[in-house]
Every structure is written in C-alpha cells, then in structure tokens.
Nanobody, 120 residues
C-alpha cells in the first residue's frame, strides 16, 4: 500500500497563502490519481482538487482560480498551493492517493490531515 505523509498548513490571515505537500511511500507499483479533500468542523469531507498521473487537474468550483494542485512523479509527491485564502477555507485538509499494488490491485490511501486556519 501507499503511506501518505503530509506537511504544511498552519494559520494565515485572509488573502494570504499556504502550501500543502503530501509524500507517498511504500510498496506500490504505480501512483494513479492523487488529490486533496477537506473537512470543516461538523461537516462532511469535501473534494478540493485532484491530478491524474499524466497531469490532468480538476478543481472544486469553490477553489478554482485560487488553488493549484501539482505533482512530482519522481518524488511521489503531490502539492496544493493555496492563494487568496478565505475564512471559509478553514478545515483539516487530507491527501488521497489511488495506488496500484501487486497483481494490479488498486488501493486508496489517506494522509494524516493538516490543519489550515484562515483568520478574517
């Protein structure tokens, strides 16, 4: 499986920027799509952005034009650059990876979560 370790996040004022990173390790053959989700207190976990293995990106409407997802395949890393942050972006952000392991089995892994707090 893939173990995902997140870094980044923190506290920033509205309008500021933060960057999240997520590094995958483990016994997988291939990392397929990778992405980011977020969960605000008392709410469900929502989709933020994703990127395929060939670099195709997709974003939630709420973050389009402000967030940029990227990946470094050689380092098995996915990043989320967050600009023009708003208080409503406050949440715990989770990295997700779809990995192919032995015999073509696909598994989904999640990172440990990173707190992002945007003050008004």
């Amino acid at each position: 499986q893939a173990q995902l370790v997140q870094s980044g996040g923190g506290l920033v004022q509205a309008g500021g920027s933060l960057r999240l990173s997520c590094a995958a390790s483990g016994s997988f053959v291939r990392l397929n799509a990778m992405g980011w989700y977020r969960q605000a207190p008392g709410k469900q976990r929502d989709y933020v952005a994703s990127i395929t293995s060939d670099g195709t990106t997709t974003y939630a409407d709420s973050v389009k034009g402000r967030f940029t997802i990227s990946r470094e395949n050689a380092r098995n890393t996915v990043n989320l650059q967050m600009n023009s942050l708003k208080p409503e972006d406050t949440a715990v952000y989770y990295c997700k990876a779809d990995a192919t392991i032995i015999l073509g089995t696909r598994v989904v892994s999640w990172g440990q979560g990173s707190q992002v707090t945007v003050s008004s």
